[in-house]
């Protein structure tokens, strides 16, 4: 059974395309520590654990 595209993105893609912007639009500078899971996933509005794997799994999302 075939499913429409809904245009839906996962969650982690879209925490992880937000990194990508901070360090793109030199928020993030090359030897930066990046914020803490608690910061970041506070600033994005996610959990944690959707942070965790934005993190974990860069190549599956870029």
């Given at each position: 059974m075939d499913f429409p595209a809904t245009g839906w993105t996962p969650l982690p893609q879209v925490v992880a395309r937000r990194i990508q912007?901070?360090?793109l639009d030199g928020e993030l500078q090359p030897g930066d520590q990046i914020p803490s899971q608690r910061v970041l996933s506070e600033r994005f509005n996610v959990s944690r654990a959707s942070l965790r794997e934005a993190l974990l799994?860069?190549?599956r999302w870029g």
């Open positions: 912007a901070m360090i799994t860069p190549r």
